[in-house]
């Protein structure tokens, strides 16, 4: 725990947050996770079946799980099966959050006491510079430039589906990974390298690239995993995700840049060094200008009002066993 000032107000290790609530046990985090795929695979369900009934067709499931050569997220079924269907993953695992009652669900995104959208939005301001530096870069020095058709490929309502939903898909995967999982292995090792590590290959393994980009993924999710522990909560990881994402499917919807699971070794060294500068710029700003202060104690009221109601379940069956026996009836 790491105190703030003298304003009371804490932070707490992000990696290992979950050991600070007072009905923490080891094994709570696998039935929430248990409860979230069970969710998630129903709310999947109906959302193809909703988009089933409104299109009259099943045919644009064909290229779901091929890869991101295939993939149709600019029309609105498209976008509503490839980015809903991730973006699920949210309600699906708060729920699961509620059942379980083992922390609230905002201990998942932050252990500062609250999302600070002050500072998600600054560091989404330091992902589209410092992504603005690099397509500089490749134009100016190695004379790269983005390989489209110019083919638009987005219909108005698939545009507006994915401005909608890349937030949200990009959200559902940091909770999964560098808040759900990341948190758990950490906490049951009480080594945020663990979960850090262990977090970044689930990553790397959940995205349909080659060698190389699967690579990418890995150390993004290890950047993306450090900076999260480092500033106590998801919103850098978070800024940085939709940023990324957002480029790739506006430029590949308007055909400005193929979107490809094909990536090049190239592309893996300046993305590479363009991860580790978002990173090192989110670090050293927000510390300057504390962008990552704590808001509150993230786990105080959840802890008072569990041991409030484990002390009134104890008075109770004190008073009960406490009560003298009713006297025998007369006959």
Same mark, same amino acid.
């Given at each position: 725990?790491?105190?703030?000032?003298?304003?009371?107000?804490?932070a707490?290790?992000?990696?290992?947050f979950?050991?600070?609530?007072?009905?923490?046990?080891?094994y709570?985090?696998?039935l929430?996770? *248990?409860? %979230?795929?069970?969710?998630?695979?129903?709310?999947?369900? =109906?959302?193809?079946? /909703?988009?089933a #009934? !409104?299109?009259?067709?099943?045919?644009?499931?064909?290229?779901?799980?091929?890869?991101?050569?295939?993939?149709?997220?600019y029309?609105?079924?498209?976008?509503?099966?490839?980015?809903?269907?991730?973006?699920?993953?949210i309600?699906?695992?708060?729920?699961?959050?509620?059942?379980?009652?083992?922390?609230?669900?905002?201990?998942?995104?932050?252990?500062?006491?609250?999302?600070?959208?002050?500072?998600?939005?600054?560091?989404?301001?330091?992902?589209?510079?410092?992504?603005?530096?690099?397509?500089?870069?490749?134009?100016?020095?190695?004379?790269?430039?983005?390989?489209?058709d110019?083919?638009?490929?987005?219909?108005?309502?698939?545009?507006?589906l994915?401005?909608?939903?890349?937030?949200?898909?990009?959200?559902?995967?940091?909770?999964?990974?560098?808040?759900?999982? *990341?948190? %758990?292995?950490?906490?049951?090792?009480?080594?945020?390298? =663990?979960?850090?590590? /262990?977090?970044? #290959? !689930?990553?790397?393994?959940?995205?349909?690239?080659?060698?190389?980009g699967?690579v990418?993924?890995?150390?993004?999710?290890?950047?993306?995993?450090?900076?999260?522990?480092?500033?106590s909560?998801?919103?850098?990881?978070?800024?940085i995700?939709?940023?990324?994402?957002?480029?790739?499917?506006?430029?590949?919807?308007?055909?400005?840049?193929?979107?490809?699971?094909?990536?090049?070794?190239?592309?893996l060294?300046?993305?590479?060094?363009?991860?580790?500068?978002?990173?090192?710029?989110?670090?050293?700003?927000?510390?300057?200008?504390?962008?990552?202060?704590?808001?509150g104690?993230?786990?105080?009221?959840?802890?008072?009002?569990?041991?409030?109601?484990?002390?009134?379940?104890?008075?109770?069956?004190?008073?009960?066993?406490?009560?003298?026996?009713?006297?025998?009836?007369?006959?």
């Amino acid at each position: 725990m790491i105190e703030a000032g003298k304003s009371g107000k804490v932070a707490y290790d992000f990696a290992t947050f979950p050991r600070e609530f007072v009905s923490y046990k080891w094994y709570k985090p696998l039935l929430v996770a *248990l409860l %979230a795929v069970v969710f998630m695979v129903a709310f999947t369900l =109906v959302l193809v079946l /909703v988009v089933a #009934i !409104a299109t009259g067709s099943f045919s644009y499931l064909d290229g779901i799980g091929s890869g991101y050569d295939d993939m149709d997220a600019y029309t609105a079924s498209g976008a509503a099966i490839e980015l809903g269907s991730l973006a699920i993953l949210i309600p699906a695992l708060a729920l699961a959050a509620l059942i379980v009652r083992d922390r609230p669900f905002s201990s998942y995104v932050t252990s500062r006491g609250g999302w600070k959208w002050c500072a998600f939005l600054k560091c989404a301001l330091v992902a589209a510079a410092v992504m603005a530096v690099q397509y500089i870069v490749e134009v100016a020095v190695f004379q790269s430039m983005p390989e489209g058709d110019g083919v638009v490929r987005f219909t108005a309502e698939g545009l507006v589906l994915c401005i909608v939903l890349v937030p949200l898909q990009c959200l559902a995967e940091e909770l999964v990974f560098r808040g759900f999982i *990341l948190q %758990a292995l950490s906490s049951w090792t009480r080594l945020p390298v =663990v979960g850090i590590v /262990v977090a970044a #290959i !689930a990553f790397a393994a959940g995205h349909s690239y080659n060698d190389i980009g699967v690579v990418l993924i890995f150390v993004n999710g290890l950047v993306w995993g450090f900076v999260a522990w480092r500033t106590s909560g998801l919103e850098a990881s978070s800024a940085i995700h939709i940023v990324n994402n957002y480029i790739a499917f506006l430029t590949a919807g308007f055909g400005i840049e193929a979107q490809t699971s094909q990536v090049p070794v190239e592309a893996l060294v300046i993305e590479s060094v363009v991860t580790v500068a978002y990173a090192a710029a989110v670090l050293l700003l927000g510390r300057r200008f504390g962008w990552f202060s704590p808001t509150g104690d993230g786990a105080a009221a959840f802890n008072e009002n569990k041991r409030a109601k484990q002390a009134r379940k104890q008075a109770g069956k004190q008073a009960g066993r406490l009560q003298p026996p009713e006297p025998p009836a007369i006959a």
